[in-house]
């Protein structure tokens, strides 16, 4: 059954569940977390939880994500249009990148050059240089597209279409859609495992988690939660990471107020 938490385990796996609206720095040992109604990041002390700043931004921060270096912080601003970098050493916005229309979510390439980044609005993935400052090409996926994730060789972009409910499969040096792949309704985040084997895709409205097989394209196992107690409606699958030696996923279930674990190996719901 999955495990229920305290407000402040709650907070703590904050970083792990929740990583499109909230990013770790591990060296400065700091939480960051988007705010879309006051339109800032919040700045908290991992150890302690206390708030260290509250950073102004602009309009409806959604996604955030750290730079490879660790020395910025991207911030989708959905209502603005645009990416703004937060200089981690001085907490200003010190460039603007661009982007399409309602910028939700973002992943990041492994060399850290290039962000791609789901256009809610106009149903696109904008591909964005980031030492260019510029958007080199735009990819046609499903409706309201989500969530983002790229394979660890850098190959492969993986985007998520809520309404579609949809993973599309993007060849990365093509900009092609290769694989289209039903999952349930409403997909949120996606997340490819250490060897870039399998991906991940939690869904919300569905209370689902999707595996599928990167090759194939082939949905290996598909998990549903059950909670006594909990109406089924509660239970939706929104945020998701795997442990760093890859033997877990740590699903958020939203209002369910839950965390699931789930041993990746025989897809048990192990708490």
């Known amino acids: 059954?999955?495990?229920?938490?305290?407000?402040?385990?709650?907070?703590?796996?904050?970083?792990?569940?929740?990583?499109?609206?909230?990013?770790?720095?591990?060296?400065?040992?700091?939480?960051?977390?988007?705010?879309?109604?006051?339109?800032?990041?919040t700045v908290l002390d991992a150890q302690s939880l206390k708030v260290i700043a509250t950073v102004p931004v602009g309009a409806r921060p959604r996604g955030i994500l750290l730079s490879k270096d660790g020395k910025s912080l991207y911030v989708c601003t959905s209502d603005a249009d645009?990416?703004?970098?937060?200089?981690?050493?001085?907490?200003?916005?010190?460039?603007?990148?661009?982007?399409?229309?309602?910028?939700?979510?973002?992943?990041?390439?492994?060399?850290?050059?290039?962000?791609?980044?789901?256009?809610?609005?106009?149903?696109?993935?904008?591909v964005l240089d980031i030492p260019e400052s510029r958007v080199t090409t735009e990819i046609p996926t499903g409706i309201e597209?989500?969530?983002?994730?790229?394979?660890?060789?850098?190959?492969?972009i993986v985007n998520t279409s809520e309404t579609t409910s949809m993973a599309h499969f993007i060849d990365a040096a093509t900009h092609?859609?290769?694989?289209?792949?039903?999952?349930?309704?409403?997909?949120?985040?996606?997340?490819?495992?250490?060897?870039?084997?399998?991906v991940w895709v939690s869904s919300e409205v569905g209370g689902s988690v999707a595996v599928i097989d990167a090759a194939t394209?082939?949905?290996?196992?598909?998990?549903?939660?059950?909670?006594?107690?909990?109406?089924?409606?509660a239970i939706q699958a929104v945020g998701i990471t795997l442990s760093k030696d890859g033997k877990l996923a740590f699903v958020a279930l939203g209002p369910a107020n839950r965390v699931a674990l789930i041993d990746t190996q025989s897809f048990e719901v192990k708490k």
């Open 145 to 156: 597209p989500e969530g983002m994730a790229v394979s660890p060789d850098g190959k492969t």
């Open 217 to 233: 394209h082939k949905v290996l196992h598909t998990i549903h939660f059950d909670i006594p107690g909990v109406p089924a409606e």
């Open 82 to 126: 645009h990416i703004e970098v937060l200089d981690l050493a001085t907490l200003k916005v010190t460039q603007t990148l661009p982007s399409g229309p309602d910028p939700e979510t973002f992943a990041l390439s492994p060399d850290g050059k290039t962000l791609y980044v789901s256009n809610e609005n106009d149903n696109m993935i904008s």
């Open 176 to 198: 092609q859609v290769i694989a289209n792949v039903l999952v349930g309704s409403r997909p949120r985040f996606a997340v490819f495992n250490a060897d870039g084997s399998r």
């Open 1 to 41: 059954m999955p495990h229920p938490l305290t407000r402040a385990a709650l907070l703590c796996l904050a970083a792990l569940l929740c990583a499109p609206l909230l990013a770790a720095s591990a060296f400065a040992e700091r939480l960051f977390v988007s705010n879309e109604k006051d339109n800032t990041i």
